[in-house]
């Protein structure tokens, strides 16, 4: 005996064995016929959202999609929200850590100084005697305003850039081949600095001269837009979107790797947390290592309105740099400190953001 048509139910939806979405006789308000039971021995067919059936028949295009649409938008807005305030959190608590090393390293990249640690470290004390404990983390408010949007959409992008890779290559996000998983990270760090760029010129300014100079953000913006003109905002934007290309390929790149052969080699789906701190240090140090020559040259065009620099283009900055410094003094000045922040800040970063996802999701669950 055939069974009889069934309708969309709100009280017990049954899934999709492919994707766990809504089948395609529970859409809403059509009545579909459903498939024969299986005869004995036979093993039952898992039934497929519109989704999957709309590449297999074309006979779904006459079947209104509007309830199984707006599953699917819900489902993408709740993982987008959820990316962006998980990057938001970690991307603050990473950068409050070692604020005031990156405070110190800036100092340095952006002055003529010779960098050694007991000199950053004689500067950390001289400006906690001369200003106070909460100098170190003088610009940090910047810094907020910059990373919690900066980190928000950079996690956010690279999980909606996995997606699109993914379904290009027919790879879930976390399978992705090396390349295309290099790219979602490239671009991911890309669409975040061009969002938020004059931002990270604007604490840049703010770690690099004294109180009286620049009061607070908007002041830092007023007095920009007034002397030097509102271009000076993004003064400096070239190196940093050449230097982000491959800190953030590299640094997602390295995670997503760590973290597979880890799951292949380990047998356990999800590291612990210092494993992906870990991981995560290992992400921040090679992508800091391959861009930090550009890291100087961004620096020393963002502050050179106040530093005392001739402002010029990329190329004449770094053979400046090279000319007064050296190659290795000049390019790679305080990356011995880098090397000491950056893992720590990364780690935290990644560690954070993967640990809220996962809280995020049992919470919705």
């Known amino acids: ?26 859409q809403g308000g059509v009545t579909l016929a459903t498939t024969r039971p299986a005869a004995p021995g036979q093993a039952e067919k898992k039934s497929l959202c519109p989704g999957h059936c709309f590449k297999q028949s074309r006979r779904l295009l006459s079947l209104p999609m509007t309830v199984c649409s707006c599953v699917f938008l819900q489902s993408d807005h709740r993982q987008v929200l959820s990316s962006l305030l998980s990057g938001a959190l970690a991307g603050a608590l990473a950068k409050t850590a070692v604020a005031p090393l990156d405070r110190t390293k800036i100092i340095f990249q952006v002055s003529s100084k010779r960098f050694s640690a007991k000199e950053a470290f004689r500067l950390l004390y001289f400006t906690y005697l001369h200003e106070g404990f909460l100098s170190l983390w003088r610009g940090n408010s910047a810094t907020m305003v910059r990373v919690v949007p900066y980190a928000a959409i950079q996690f956010s992008a ?3 850039y996995k997606r699109l890779l993914g379904s290009y290559y027919g790879f879930r996000g976390e399978a992705l081949p090396p390349w295309p998983r290099l790219l979602a990270g490239a671009l991911a760090g890309t669409t975040a600095a ?13 770690a690099v001269t004294p109180k009286e100079m620049y ?5 830092v913006f007023i007095r920009i837009s007034r002397e030097e003109g509102l271009k000076t905002l993004y003064h400096g934007f070239v190196p940093t979107v050449l230097g982000v290309i491959p800190y ?32 995560g240090a290992c992400a921040g140090l090679i992508g800091q290592s391959a861009s ?9 065009m963002q502050t050179a309105g106040v530093t005392g620099h001739q402002r010029t283009s990329i190329v004449r900055t770094m053979r400046t740099i090279v000319r007064e410094e050296g190659v290795v003094r000049g390019l790679y000045k305080g990356l011995s400190m880098n090397w000491l922040k950056g893992p720590i800040a990364v780690g935290i970063s990644f560690t954070t953001f993967d640990l809220m996802q996962i809280l995020l999701r049992h919470l919705q669950s």
């Open 248 to 279: 953030a390929g590299l640094s997602f790149f390295t995670y997503e790797t760590l973290k597979s052969l880890h799951r292949e080699y380990s047998g356990r789906p999800q590291p612990y947390p210092f494993e992906r701190m870990i991981f």
């Open 215 to 219: 009061s607070n953000i908007f002041h």
């Open 158 to 160: 690279h999980e909606e």
């Open 292 to 300: 930090y020559p550009l890291d100087v040259v961004r620096r020393r």
């Open 1 to 26: 005996m055939v069974p009889r048509p069934r309708r969309f139910s709100l009280c017990a939806p049954r899934l999709c064995g492919r994707c766990r979405s809504l089948p395609r006789s529970q």
């Open 194 to 206: 061009s969002l938020t760029y004059p931002l990270d010129l604007v604490r840049a300014r703010m």
